[in-house]
C-alpha cells in the first residue's frame, strides 16, 4: 500500500498505533546493508544523514552506533517516543516529529538521505524533490525497501496464501509473492527522479522463521490489516528480500 493508494495517507500513520509491537515484532534490518551503504555512499566520519520515516530507529540505530550525525524525521509521537529512548546514549542523533513534506529543511545540508521503508509513504510529487535539496553537491539518496518473497515453509505458506488472498486481498493476481528474480530494481520515473543518477542497488535475501505467536505479531503491525475499512495488501510470506 503506497500513499498513491486509496487510503494511503490515513494508512501511513496507523503504524503509530502499535509502536511497542511495531518495535519488537518487525525484523531488523542485515548489517552488511550498512556497510555497503557506508561505502557506497561515500559517508565520511561524523557525516550529517537525515532519515525519513525513522519508525522506532531500527536503521537509525546502526547508523548511530557508526557515529554519524542523524535528523530523524517521524511522522508518528508513539513511534518517535520508542527511538528516542533507544537512541538516547547518542547525542549525535535527533528525532523530530513531523511529516517529512512539511518538515522545514535546515540550512546545513547533509551527505546521506536514507528512507528505510518509507520511500513509498511519502508524497511522490515532493520526495525526490525535497530530498535533493537537502543533499549537499555529490550527497546520496539511499532507499531501502523490503519485499516479501515467494518462500520459507512451502506448504504452509502456500496454504496461508490462499487464505490470505480470500479473506484480505481478494484475487489479485498481481497481489502473488514471486521470487526475488522477478521484482522490478531502481526506481520507476517520477516527480523529480531525474536530479539523481541511476541507483546502485544491493539485495539481501533471508528467510526469517517465526513462532505462531510471533508471525501473528509481525501481521498486527502492517497498517493493511490494521484498518478493517480498506482493502488489504500485505503479504503473508516469512522470507522476505531486503
Not at 216 to 239: E, F, I, M
Request: hydrophobic share 40%.
Amino acid at each position: 500500500m503506497t500513499f498513491e493508494s486509496p487510503g494511503g495517507s490515513r494508512l501511513r500513520a496507523r503504524f503509530d498505533e502499535a509502536a511497542d509491537l511495531y518495535d519488537r515484532a518487525r525484523p531488523r534490518y542485515p548489517e552488511p546493508l550498512f556497510d555497503d551503504l557506508v561505502a557506497i555512499a561515500g559517508l565520511r566520519p561524523g557525516a550529517r544523514i537525515l532519515e525519513i520515516g525513522c519508525g522506532t530507529g531500527q536503521a537509525t540505530l546502526p547508523l548511530a552506533r557508526r557515529g554519524y550525525a542523524i535528523d530523524a524525521v517521524e511522522l508518528g509521537a508513539g513511534l518517535a517516543a520508542v527511538a528516542r529512548r533507544k537512541l538516547a546514549a547518542f547525542p549525535q542523533v535527533m528525532v523530530h516529529v513531523a511529516a517529512f513534506e512539511q518538515w522545514p529543511l535546515p540550512d546545513e545540508p547533509y551527505d546521506l538521505v536514507l528512507a528505510a521503508t518509507s520511500w513509498h509513504w511519502v508524497d511522490p510529487s515532493v520526495r525526490f524533490v525535497k530530498a535533493a535539496a537537502a543533499l549537499r553537491t555529490g550527497g546520496a539518496l539511499a532507499v531501502i525497501d523490503t519485499q516479501h518473497i515467494a518462500g520459507g515453509t512451502s506448504a504452509f505458506f502456500v496454504a496461508v496464501q490462499e487464505a490470505c488472498y480470500a479473506v484480505f486481498m481478494g484475487d489479485d493476481p498481481k497481489l502473488r509473492l514471486t521470487d526475488s528474480a522477478s521484482l522490478p530494481v531502481g526506481f520507476a520515473p517520477s516527480t523529480g527522479s531525474e536530479l539523481f543518477e541511476p541507483p546502485v542497488t544491493r539485495s539481501y535475501e533471508r528467510d526469517i522463521p517465526y513462532t505462531t505467536a510471533e508471525y501473528v505479531d509481525v501481521l498486527n503491525t502492517y497498517s493493511g490489516h490494521r484498518d478493517p475499512t480498506l482493502p488489504r495488501t500485505t503479504g503473508c510470506s516469512g522470507a522476505s528480500r531486503t
